[in-house]
RNA sequence: GGAGAGGUGGCCGAGUGGUCGAAGGCGCACGCCUGGAAAGCGUGUAUCCGUCAAAAGCGGAUCAAGGGUUCGAAUCCCUUUCUCUCCGCCA
């Protein structure tokens, strides 16, 4: 959620930012003024009344200590007329908070001002590009040949097991995913990240606090007799394990790094697009997640696009980094970095790594503050990124490093695989 | 899953219907004391909303959450939730 100040201080340079989403605000933002007054005048009111009324009650309290029962009957009669009032009144207000608050949460969050417009993927802007492309030969595989050439990935035994989107890995292949997840805790380790172990399944508050519900709702899988949701990703249970929090200024920044298992509905995504390990409903992912100082995170912003660089580089994937157009950004995101490599056999970019400042979002939604230097209690930031997803990475790694007949582990991995090669 | 006990401020802990936002202690901050520190002494120490240009001030809400009884609830009643203990089940 933004800060409803914004919209009180000047409401039409809030619709005019939220243009370069595409989104038009006006009539949102109109309907919050009209709210947010008519709220605030009834809590005038509702404060007001109950005054009077606890007043009243310390009177009638000393007339029954007094032993002057008697003289505190119209008075009692005037209290319950308050009463009565003070209810219509709370009523009201309550009816006004809720409106504001949905209205609120319809809003999605400001775009930083360095923000392309644009409405689609095309309107993305490429900030860079590194690696040399493999020249593979025109009998180059695309990773699910290789993965059914070489034994890696069986995905009719996943079909069969569960459904579509949910892989089986198989030895080298098995192997090659638990090398990766060490490598990269190991990597967030050295860069100051502490390593957690989330839940996979999280309650509706987290899912609200991380924005997930109510804007995505049904994209997460939900399991109704317990009323939670399976992940989608570990920035929800670990941005989460801080809401409600209020951070000592010097705790900040906080870093995490998680691996989890995500799952995804991905309703109604079908086609060539999510051949292979392209898109799955159950992936392997490790976050980092970091709380920041509001004047730090564009700081932290520019060090988790640098580190997730960084890994890319060692695993030597060629990859580019591209800034998203306010058409294609989150709701809860004001900038996204989106990280993708390229992937040889399929020609095509692949994500791999969504790099995210949420600003205060998040925060306000959950309540994460940190204590100020000078006593207040202010809104963090939050950020989070993918540092990596698993499956687009091992898709771009099994077709560039294809020889023909095998596939070259790039040397960082090499300790955790145990292999050189497939 | 069954039985019982309990959720009070950063923490511990008093409070069972009438100035209780809440005694006391610890912790923390500041000051005094000291060559310096400890001890000691003193002062302060929750959050949110509204009012205000803002601060102060003032008003309101909050003793797990929600509802109820009452002129008045941390205190009584109901529901939910969480924690602990015992039993059951179990990787």
Partial sequence: MIDIQLIRENSQEVIRRYRTRNFDAAGIVGRVTEVDS??????????????????????????????????????????????K???????????????????????????????????TEEDNEIVSEEGSMPGLGEDALPHWELAKKYDLIDFEAGTRVTGAGFPVYKGKGARLQR?????????????????????????????????????????????????????????VPVTNIFRGRILKEDELPV?????????????????????????LHQFDKVEIVQVAHPDKSYEALDEMVSYVSSLLRKLQVPFRVARLCGGDLGFASAITYDMEVYSAAQKRWLEVSSVSNFETYQSQRMKLRYRSSGGKNLLAHTLNGSALALPRLLAALLEN??????????????????????
């Fill in 179 to 235: 090398a990766l997840i060490g490598f990269f805790l190991d990597e967030a380790g050295k860069a100051g990240y502490t390593e957690y172990q989330p839940p996979l399944m999280v309650n509706a508050d987290s899912a609200f606090g991380t924005g997930q519900l109510p804007d995505k709702d049904g994209q997460m899988y939900y399991v109704g007799a317990d009323d939670l949701y399976l992940i989608p990703t570990s920035e």
């Fill in 85 to 119: 009032r003070a209810r219509d009144l709370q009523e009201k207000l309550d009816t006004l908070s809720s409106e504001l608050n949905e209205l609120m949460t319809q809003l999605p969050m400001l775009p930083h001002p360095s923000v392309p417009s644009g409405s």
């Fill in 401 to 422: 490093n294809q020889t023909g007949d095998g596939i070259v582990i790039p040397e960082v991995l090499r300790p955790y695989t145990g292999f050189d090669a497939i």
């Fill in 255 to 279: 870093k995490c790094a998680a691996y989890s298992v995500c799952f995804r509905r991905e309703a109604g995504s079908y086609g060539k697009d999510v051949r292979g390990l392209n898109r």
């Fill in 38 to 83: 008519g709220r605030r005048n009834t809590q005038k009111q509702l404060d007001d009344t109950l005054s009077e009324a606890k007043k009243i009650s310390a009177e009638v309290g000393e007339l029954f200590r007094a032993g002057k029962a008697a003289e505190a009957e119209p008075l009692k009669d005037r209290s319950s007329q308050l009463k």
